[in-house]
T-cell receptor, first 120, second 111 residues
Framework: EPEVTQTPSHQVTQMGQEVILRCVPI?????FYWYRQILGQKVEFLVS????????KSEIFDDQFSVERPDGSNFTLKIRSTKLEDSAMYFC??????????????????FGEGSRLTVL | QKEVEQNSGPLSVPEGAIASLNCTYS??????FFWYRQYSGKSPELIMS??SNGDKEDGRFTAQLNKASQYVSLLIRDSQPSDSATYLC???????????WGLGTSLAVNP
């Protein structure tokens, strides 16, 4: 069964360092997302990506964050200068379509296993 | 501020019973509603999606949507210990591509 894969599973970094989280979405999916979940808190939307560009981003996704799809398979999230409050589980997700469309069954997200980021 | 609210629980039910999980949302233009299951330390996994008022059944799971009351629920029949997890309600914000998530309800099914 196709799945979303993420690397690394866990990364520990020092405050101020750059971090790149990598994801391989499901191959025939068109929409890609990054969400994060701080321990014990809600899942939070960061960014959605479609047709090689950002389609929407949240207030969390400030200038310290960027996303790229450098080739046909990988989808990366970069945090330029990490802060303590960036410590969280980062989930990559993909979908065939987008939530809210009238196309039934196309808005469901498939999540990767997550990358746990710990900023010291 | 668009919100999705759930009782955090824990909700404890005996094996074989019906578990009822509830969710309310604030944005009236929401169109798509999802239930995800999240085991501790794992990623969310889609269980059900519902788009129209009424009930939608899939195996032991039934999702119910009432847009007038801005309410969506999930019923789990014949609950099993393996159903013990946190159940997350997620709602799309109108035509936006992002999902707004509830905090989740922790369900414990006791053998």
């Amino acid at each position: 069964e196709p799945e979303v894969t993420q690397t690394p599973s866990h990364q520990v970094t020092q405050m101020g360092q750059e971090v790149i989280l990598r994801c391989v979405p499901i191959s025939n999916h068109l929409y890609f997302y990054w969400y994060r979940q701080i321990l014990g808190q809600k899942v939070e939307f960061l960014v959605s990506f479609y047709n090689n560009e950002i389609s929407e981003k949240s207030e969390i996704f400030d200038d310290q964050f960027s996303v790229e799809r450098p080739d046909g398979s990988n989808f990366t999230l970069k945090i330029r200068s990490t802060k303590l409050e960036d410590s969280a589980m980062y989930f990559c997700a993909s979908s065939i379509g987008t939530p809210g469309t009238s196309g039934r069954g196309t808005g469901e997200l498939f999540f990767g296993e997550g990358s746990r980021l710990t900023v010291l | 501020q668009k919100e999705v609210e759930q009782n955090s629980g824990p909700l404890s039910v005996p094996e074989g019973a019906i578990a009822s999980l509830n969710c309310t949302y604030s944005d009236r233009v929401s169109q798509s509603f999802f239930w995800y299951r999240q085991y501790s330390g794992k990623s969310p996994e889609l269980i059900m999606s519902i788009y129209s008022n009424g009930d939608k059944e899939d195996g032991r799971f039934t999702a119910q949507l009432n847009k007038a009351s801005q309410y969506v629920s999930l019923l789990i029949r014949d609950s099993q210990p393996s159903d013990s997890a946190t159940y997350l309600c997620a709602v799309n914000a109108g035509n936006n591509r992002k999902l707004i998530w509830g905090l989740g309800t922790s369900l414990a099914v006791n053998p």
